[in-house]
């Protein structure tokens, strides 16, 4: 009774702060920015130009309308740089591809191998960082969709010289498999509820790099794209950063569209077991509180232990009950600020909270006991506030990586 109680109650606490969650991200969904762009013709030319940055590596769904909804921005004067390790990388044809599609538009690709750090993103960016031409860059992954308005809404915030770095709320779209779907799930409620509530409530604005727009100058004086070569969160180490030099950091209620159609389960495993050990190694003990986000995974722990009856069932069904409820809340606001590309979420979609915030609740404890994450193929250590190190291939530290492999193997 003891065991349930506990859960009980830190189930209830988790169901008031998810809903907190829910309405942080309501209010910042439904939010104007503050900063109205004069769009007469005298102040158009005042927009500054700007780079983006758009790194590739394979072929992400719907990579092709991706990079074209790049290639349509209503804004005066951009640039799109496209970068690659690799010319064999098959993300190459789709970028010939592209520019081939838009030429009136000015799109390079920049095709140069580079290993100056550990970091694959930061590596595959940087040649195309030094070619840049424009005062604005903006790092953009090639996962993400946007409409016509994207760049000139996010500029707006240019008129305020305080502000050091620009980021977006992603908004999880498409989802044709269970695996894309329970991402998406996880995107547009604990992801999106968890940066509102943090910029919300607590003032504390957190970078997503899928989406960062910076000043060169500013960017410069934190020592260029090459200071973060060895950091796997290198985005939010980038706005702690910005934030110390005196900068502001500020999340932008435009939604980027974050397509996901075809994942498969074991990935939405491998990159939320990513993502919970970069919490880890950057919060520290906050990662703790993670536990209240995720209350319907504290209401099926008493069924666990204690076995089913009517009272641990009951509590759960009831958690599991609201919690949909509040993710279905956020699900609709985000629809009303979307777009007629992809299809609205099916209501019966949401069945599947519960079981994903299991799944979740799961991962929680792997980055408790494993330090070591696998990213586009190379296997790193990750340590405090995400800084890389190479995995060692031989002797006793490799054997604990290599039992670590076999048992995931064996229940992938």
């Known amino acids: 009774m003891i065991i349930f109680s506990l859960c009980a109650a830190i189930a209830i606490l988790g169901i008031i702060l998810s809903l907190l969650q829910a309405r942080a991200a309501c209010s910042l969904i439904q939010s104007d920015c503050q900063y109205r762009e004069d769009t007469s013709a005298d102040n158009v030319p005042s927009l500054p130009p700007v780079s983006i940055l758009k790194p590739l590596r394979g072929l992400d769904d719907n990579l092709f309308d991706n990079l074209s909804s790049f290639c349509n921005q209503d804004y005066p004067e951009y640039e799109l740089l496209l970068c690659l390790q690799d010319h064999n990388d098959p993300a190459y044809k789709v970028a010939a591809k592209i520019r081939e599609k838009h030429p009136g538009?000015?799109?390079?690709?920049?095709?140069?191998p580079c290993n100056i750090g550990l970091n694959p993103k930061i590596n595959n960016l940087l040649p195309a960082y030094y070619r840049s031409r424009h005062p604005y860059v903006l790092i953009?992954?090639?996962n993400v969709m946007v409409d016509n308005t994207y760049l000139r809404k996010i500029m707006r915030y240019s008129q305020d010289q305080d502000i050091g770095l620009v980021s977006n709320l992603i908004k999880g779209v498409g989802g044709r498999s269970v695996g894309a779907r329970l991402e998406n799930l996880h995107l547009n409620s604990f992801i999106i509820g968890s940066v509102s509530f943090l910029d919300r409530f607590l003032g504390m604005p957190c970078v997503i790099g899928k989406s960062m727009l910076m000043k060169k100058d500013n960017l410069r004086d934190l020592g260029g794209l090459e200071r973060f070569k060895d950091f796997l969160a290198e985005d939010f180490v980038i706005g702690r950063e910005m934030h110390k030099m005196g900068k502001r950091v500020v999340l932008s209620n435009y939604l980027v569209s974050n397509v996901n159609e075809f994942w498969t389960i074991k990935r939405f495993l491998n990159r939320h077991t990513r993502w919970g050990k970069l919490r880890w190694k950057i919060g520290g003990y906050r990662y703790f509180s993670e536990i209240l986000a995720n209350p319907v995974f504290t209401a099926v722990v008493p069924i666990l232990i204690n076995g089913p009856s009517?009272?641990?069932i009951s509590l759960a069904v009831l958690i599991g009950l609201i919690k949909t409820m509040g993710d279905v809340f956020i699900g609709k606001a985000i629809e009303l600020q979307g777009s007629a590309t992809f299809k609205k979420h099916s209501p019966l979609t949401y069945l599947l909270t519960p079981f994903k915030d299991i799944i979740i609740g799961i991962v929680w404890f792997v980055p408790l006991v494993s330090s070591t994450v696998i990213w586009r193929g190379n296997r790193y250590i990750i340590g405090k506030d995400?800084?890389?190190s190479p995995c060692p291939a031989t002797g006793v530290w490799s054997w604990g990586y290599?039992?670590?492999?076999?048992?995931r193997a064996r229940f992938a």
């Open 105 to 112: 538009n000015n799109i390079s690709i920049v095709v140069e």
């Open 140 to 142: 953009s992954d090639s």
């Open 310 to 312: 009517r009272i641990t």
């Open 386 to 388: 995400s800084r890389l």
């Open 402 to 407: 290599r039992v670590t492999d076999i048992i």
